[in-house]
């Protein structure tokens, strides 16, 4: 129950989403401890804990208070275009996510969809280069603590009833370059990110959220 399964769809929602990341990575960037600064300035924080849904597994909860329409945490992974070669790192993972519009996001922390972001990485990120996607979201200990919505849970249609929804977000060319180190997701295409939107999948809160578990609803459309 971690993750959607395969082919599973993320439809749109309307909020502006560039302009909020770039507000909670700002938060991020100018604090040695993003999690409580977070909290201090956002409202929020949120982090992984055993989920209160028996058997469940990991969850994500929410610590603190957020609004309808509010981000509040991230998927990260391997982006893929429809037509690039995902076959042998899509089985028996149900962490790859299919986007409204076809490209797809392995989130899978471990195996060889790991292996496949940590070279990407190192591809895009040579020394003295601009950074401009994160690695960290594979360790326990991200610089980023959004990046952990691969974790999170669906609900179910009574006790456990979904309070977030997935949302695309294309980061736009004019993203500040200074922030893209906290993006936790890279095209297996080595597109140019300078010159090309980033695509980021993010969990928004479908109601307002007060110190709970955060639960998704992946085949439901906004």
Not at 114 to 129: C, D, F, K, L, V
Request: with cysteine; net charge negative; hydrophobic share 35%.
């Amino acid at each position: 129950m971690r993750s959607p399964p395969a082919e599973s769809a993320v439809m749109p929602l309307t909020i502006d989403g560039p302009a909020q990341l770039e507000k909670l990575f700002g938060i991020i960037h100018e604090s040695k401890d993003p999690a409580t600064n977070l909290m201090h300035q956002a409202g929020f924080s949120v982090q992984k804990c055993v989920s209160s849904i028996q058997g469940a597994g990991t969850g994500v909860f929410l610590s603190g208070q957020c609004q309808a329409g509010q981000i509040v945490c991230l998927y990260p992974g391997t982006v893929y275009l429809p037509f690039e070669p995902l076959f042998f790192a899509s089985i028996a993972n149900s962490y790859v996510l299919k986007c409204y519009d076809g490209l797809f996001v392995d989130g899978k922390s471990t195996g060889l969809s790991a292996r496949m972001y940590r070279s990407i990485y190192h591809r895009e990120n040579w020394p003295g280069a601009i950074q401009t996607s994160d690695v960290t979201w594979l360790t326990e200990n991200p610089r980023n603590p959004l990046a952990i919505g691969q974790f999170v849970n669906n609900g179910t249609r009574t006790h456990y009833r979904s309070n977030v929804r997935y949302h695309e977000i294309d980061l736009p060319t004019s993203f500040p370059t200074e922030l893209r180190q906290y993006i936790p997701n890279i095209y297996w295409s080595g597109l140019d990110t300078l010159t090309h939107y980033t695509r980021v999948v993010a969990l928004v809160a479908t109601k307002d959220i007060n110190d709970t578990e955060i639960f998704s609803t992946y085949m439901d459309a906004v």
